[in-house]
């Protein structure tokens, strides 16, 4: 039997996709930030997480770990598609 795993982050509708066969979250696995991601399972069970009671940080907060670096990010990714 074939095993699959697609992921990717939530589809927009218009993209026609089937229908995932699991969301997670990066803090059901110890890393405190929410980001949903969505599982293609084929072959594989669900995976099993306990969801942690502290409330995970977002990563649409300015200044936090995801947003840090702004506008000097942005302009590193730019040199490097632009030369």
Avoid: A, H, R
Avoid at 22 to 51: A, E, N, R
Avoid at 56 to 71: A, C, D, E, L
């Amino acid at each position: 039997m074939n095993k699959i795993c697609i992921e990717n982050p939530v589809p927009s509708t218009i993209f026609e996709l089937p229908k995932y066969s699991q969301i997670i979250q990066p803090y059901y696995f110890g890393d405190m930030v929410q980001k949903k991601t969505c599982l293609w399972l084929k072959g594989l069970q669900p995976l099993k997480y306990d969801i942690p009671e502290d409330k995970p940080q977002s990563t649409k907060i300015p200044g936090n770990w995801f947003n840090k670096g702004g506008k000097e990010v942005k302009k590193n990714i730019n040199l490097i598609f632009l030369n």
